[in-house]
């Protein structure tokens, strides 16, 4: 506790750049002791409490560094859960655009051919590092649909819906299935540019 609150003190006293770098030194140091030296549960769940506490100062640089500071911070694996999920290397994946957290890998999709409120859309059959709101009833192009909004865990920008009960008979294989637009990603790792 007593290194939380001094990390916190140095971590608001110092630039962005400089601050960023203490979070990863303290971030890997605490992951090399939890994951290589001792290699058991209680390590595991005191370097997941120590990365949970540091989600509130992510928003802090938000508002103090500005958000590509906040970026930065994400993209070393830490978002506004704690710690975000990475898909395996080497595939093609998908990634927010705006703090480029994993999202969905290619394997996962099922269609290009929706549409979003922002234009075009892609249907997946499971996402990573995303949220669900609430289910409400929509009437979409397709007809009337129960769907919840669904949005990144690490930035809480809304990237599309979600499907929870299509009303139609021959809309019913979307149920269970993600919308997210392509405003709102990028294709990551292993694309060339032939694809």
């Not at 705006?98 to 051919?113: P, V, Y």
């Not at 669900?132 to 009833?137: Q, V």
């Not at 649909?145 to 009960?165: F, P």
Request: proline share 2%.
């Amino acid at each position: 506790m007593v290194c939380v609150f001094s990390f916190i003190f140095i971590f608001t006293a110092l630039p962005s750049g400089v601050a960023i770098a203490a979070v990863v030194i303290v971030f890997n140091a605490v992951s090399k002791y939890s994951f290589v030296e001792q290699k058991n549960s209680l390590n595991y769940v005191s370097s997941h409490a120590f990365v949970m506490s540091m989600s509130p100062l992510i928003g802090c640089l938000t508002s103090c560094c500005g958000s590509s500071a906040a970026r930065r911070v994400r993209r070393l694996g830490l978002c506004a859960r704690g710690v975000a999920t990475y898909l395996p290397s080497g595939g093609r994946t998908y990634s927010c655009v705006h703090c480029r957290a994993h999202l969905a890998n290619h394997d996962e999709l099922i269609s290009k051919s929706f549409q979003g409120s922002q234009g075009k859309a892609y249907l997946f059959n499971s996402v990573v590092n995303v949220g669900c709101g609430p289910a409400e009833e929509r009437v979409l192009l397709t007809g009337l649909h129960a769907v919840a909004d669904i949005y990144c865990e690490c930035c809480k920008t809304t990237l599309g819906w979600k499907y929870e009960h299509a009303f139609e008979s021959s809309q019913k294989y979307k149920e269970g299935k993600y919308i997210i637009e392509l405003a709102h990603m990028i294709k990551d790792n292993g694309w060339d540019s032939k694809r």
